[in-house]
């Protein structure tokens, strides 16, 4: 049997960004073809359920004697329910299952030890050298297939995922395994996104980058400049092997429905699974099933364990302790404000209908109550007050709620981005330190400039306005102000569309005038983008387009 070259690996070139653990190796409660293969050996154990929602839950740190600080001291208090507070749900509990099972399921077939091992890895290598697809033997049956994860923006899946994967260590370095001398690097998980462009080859060389990281290898620049997409897919298969990679996350799939080479990656995914027994979990917005769904194969391989749609929480008054009803009220214990309320069903039943059961939205609203009873110095809210809140500072979502509570599917899948945006604008307004100014311009710049032109094309659309003058006038009016906050390039387009078809209005709404929006120094968020809205609002008034459409976006009238 020929040997595997050394050459085929780069040598190291840099230190590694994760660190390595040693591995340790264990034979209790493993099954008996488990036993013998020191990549299964050197895993964490299977836990309990019991055991893996104590290891997945976190809280904030809480004190009630925090009550007594400052205004100013408890709105970055208030901030560690955004970062810190995780409860896990039956779906958790689901992924967590499958990825154990995934895992040791694929090491089987790929015991380093064994001859089969040796031939996969020379058959990798040879394929590279002579620059062709990787012959695999038509009779091996690989032991796992991975499973796909299809949910809105905002359920938690990424966080959820990532808070799995922690408890498996990335990276273990074997040394030797019962006297035998074993020198190979276990990548026991790997996650990687796919870029809003879509790009098969951006996707490839992410992979590679990863591996560097994590190996510290040299893959990306060496690959960089010529490689090709089918180039990189055969690297990027041998390099799977040689670590030992023992499963593959792609998140935000839906950016790849668009992409040239899609089928492609695709069957490089079924082959990754059928030629060395990496397992692969596909994730993504229901956008990226139209991708699933065209190819029979891959979406055989998805749902192999069941494929996972990841809907929002649901809640049904007539049930008690619902999961939706147990989020809430573990997250209820965390107030800084000095008279909180206790919650009561109809908090529970207003929550429901403003968030529609996303889990980042209840977060965020529920930090939003508590900052506007700091400001308006109540020092508490009322039930009544969620909904005035939520449309007060969540206008940019009300569109994806619209669409969940009409239940339309493909409106759905059409606005599931505009979650992402506004939870990504919510966290560097926080991570910046409520410094209004700097983290709105971070927030504003952190969203892709294809995400911001589709969130103001999509008012616009729900306005009245025809989706191709939407598109449109929505293009033209982030170029001429890329730094604008959405709601207010939201404005611009909209005075565009009404002067280029002759229904400019140049005066401004009286009550705007009379009653000047107040904008506090204490205040955390700028508020000069709501008297914008009213201009916006006043124009659409005078031009009587739908009416419908604005009670859409979530305006009110204050």
Avoid at 514 to 534: F, L, V
Wanted: hydrophobic residues 35%; charged residues 25%; contains cysteine.
């Amino acid at each position: 049997m020929v040997s595997i070259k050394d050459s085929s690996i780069p040598a190291e070139q840099s230190p590694l960004a994760v660190p390595s653990v040693d591995a340790i190796y264990k034979t209790d409660e493993l099954l008996p073809e488990y036993i013998g293969n020191p990549l299964i050996e050197a895993l964490p154990g299977i836990l309990p359920h019991t055991e893996v929602i104590k290891s997945l839950r976190t809280e904030p740190r809480f004190d009630c004697s925090e009550r007594n600080f400052s205004k100013e001291t408890r709105l970055h208090c208030i901030s560690r329910i955004f970062w810190q507070f995780f409860q896990p749900m039956e779906q958790h509990i689901r992924i967590w299952d499958y990825l154990s099972v995934c895992i040791r399921q694929g090491y089987i077939r790929r015991n380093p030890l064994n001859a089969t091992s040796a031939e996969i890895a020379n058959e990798l290598y040879a394929a590279a050298m002579e620059r062709r697809k990787p012959k695999y033997d038509a009779g091996y049956i690989p032991n796992s297939v991975g499973f796909a994860i299809i949910g809105v923006s905002g359920v938690g899946k990424s966080t959820s995922v990532a808070a799995i994967l922690k408890m498996y260590p990335q990276v273990i370095t074997h040394r030797s395994y019962k006297n035998r001398r074993l020198d190979r690097k276990q990548i026991v998980w790997l996650k990687i996104d796919c870029s809003h462009k879509g790009s098969e080859r951006g996707l490839c060389l992410s992979f590679l980058a990863h591996i560097d990281r994590l190996a510290g290898t040299n893959y990306y620049n060496a690959y960089e400049k010529r490689a090709t997409v089918d180039t990189l897919l055969t690297t990027m298969m041998r390099v799977a092997e040689a670590y030992s990679l023992g499963i593959l996350f792609v998140d935000e799939l839906q950016h790849l429905v668009s992409g040239k080479e899609t089928g492609k990656l695709l069957n490089f995914f079924v082959t990754l699974e059928n030629t060395i027994g990496v397992p692969v979990v596909l994730m993504g917005t229901p956008g990226a099933l139209p991708l699933l769904q065209s190819d029979f194969r891959s979406a055989r391989r998805c749902c192999a364990h069941g494929d996972i749609f990841w809907n929002p929480l649901q809640w049904d008054k007539s049930v008690r302790n619902s999961e939706w009803e147990m989020f809430l009220r573990r997250m209820w214990r965390y107030q800084w404000i000095r008279k909180p309320p206790e919650i009561s069903p109809e908090f529970i039943s207003s929550m429901y209908e403003e968030t529609q059961g996303i889990e980042a939205l209840a977060v965020i609203l529920f930090i939003l109550l508590q900052e506007e009873a700091m400001r308006n110095e109540t020092e508490t809210f009322a039930a009544n007050d969620v909904r005035q809140t939520a449309q007060k500072n969540m206008k940019i979502v009300q569109p994806m709620l619209n669409a969940l509570r009409s239940g339309d599917a493909r409106k759905i899948a059409r606005y599931s981005d505009i979650i992402s945006v506004f939870v990504e604008e919510f966290r560097t307004q926080h991570a910046a330190g409520h410094e209004a100014g700097i983290s709105e311009e971070k927030a504003r710049k952190s969203a892709p400039f294809s995400s911001q032109a589709k969130i103001v094309s999509d008012y616009m659309t729900e306005m009245g306005i025809p989706p191709e003058d939407a598109e449109k006038y929505a293009v033209r009016a982030l170029k001429a102000n890329p730094d604008m906050k959405p709601l207010a390039v939201l404005r611009k387009a909209v005075l565009m569309y009404d002067k280029d078809n002759g229904n400019c209005q140049n005066e401004k709404n009286p009550a705007e005038e009379n009653h000047p929006e107040k904008d506090t120094a204490s205040d955390i968020r700028n508020a000069s983008d709501y008297g914008d809205i009213k201009e916006m609002q006043a124009s659409e008034q005078q031009r009587q387009i739908c009416q419908q459409g604005m009670k859409n976006t979530g305006e009110t009238d204050e």
